[in-house]
């Protein structure tokens, strides 16, 4: 099998340093294992600049998405209602998984290249005084609109909301501070910005807010509240955790470190976005949405108007020379997306616009035929 290059938004490329932490098998009571978990979870408090007692971070098993339906389904109580803001279809997936859950809810849709509307949710919150929770994506990786967090957490606040806040593809890559933006849930992944492997997903809460979620979850395995209260014991998991994922971590979080914390990198993944952009703007790619609501993560462009063109084929153009893309999954047109964090650099970038290059040079060919 050929090796290629993740150029998507997680699983993505990770060092080999990362991966060759996973290749020790480990014992999940043992004490050095939980004093990893432990120092995992304080670091994770320090990339979100901050501490405990007023914060706290749990550990929970599975994808992002188990992170994300273990918060809702564990803080938002009987009586209590949420109301979701979705740009994307992972703000989608939140009212899917309260569905699931039978949450009382109320969904604010706006279309995927659209900043959200912070006088509209005030609106919406101002009159339905049942409303209890707020619900958002940061980066909306469907697109790769940044959505601003800080806008609607203030409209929130005002209201006495608990604002939780779907960071899976931002934290990490770019610098959040939870305080600052009085973000009470935080969820994001293992397989994200912090550059790790797939198998775990992660919170950062306000720890009386997780208090309060004591005996509300709706299911077992993703009860956050009694997650938290073991794993705060001594770092051990409820129930096997994925302990390769766990080392492989650990090790990506020093590097993170190494090099030079989310704001450096933060600044790598904006070069390679505004090099992909410019490349790629140059060859006669259009990207789908503007500068000012384009995140440093991912960037869709759309179709060329090229009848010869095609995704599939373009795919396996790209994959045979190392590296692999992403299909677009907005709904108002037909896209692409280009991933550019990880291990990826402006080299890649640079090896990725000529083989494009030369896959649209082919195609131009064949239409003239
Ligand atoms: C990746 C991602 C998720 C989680 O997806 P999983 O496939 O469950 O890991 C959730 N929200 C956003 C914004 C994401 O980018």
Known sequence: MNKYKLLTPGPLTT???VKEAMLIDHCTWDDDYKEITTEIRKKLLELAHVSEPEYTSVLMQGSGTFGVESVLTSVIGHGDKVLIIANGAYGERMEEIVIYGNISYTICLFDDDEMIDP???????R???AITHVAMVHCETTSGILNDIQSISKVAKRRGCTFIVDAMSSFGGID???KEL???FLISSANKCIQGVPGFSFVI???????????????????LYDQWKVQSRDGKWRFTSPTHVVLAFAQALKELEEEGGVKAREERYRRNQRLLVKNFEEIGFISYLG????SPIITSFIYPRNAAFSFQEMYDFIKERGYAIYPGKVTKADTFRIGNIGEIYEEDIIKLTGIMSEYMDKTKERESA
């Open 205 to 223: 809460c306000k720890t009386n807010l997780l208090m309060d979620a004591k005996e509300k979850a709706r299911s077992l395995s993703l009860d």
């Open 291 to 294: 500068k000012e609501r384009q």
């Open 182 to 184: 009085q973000i009470d």
């Open 127 to 129: 009159a339905d005084t």
């Open 119 to 125: 006088n509209k949710i005030n609106e919406i919150l």
């Open 176 to 178: 959040i501070d939870v």
């Open 15 to 17: 060092t080999d340093s």
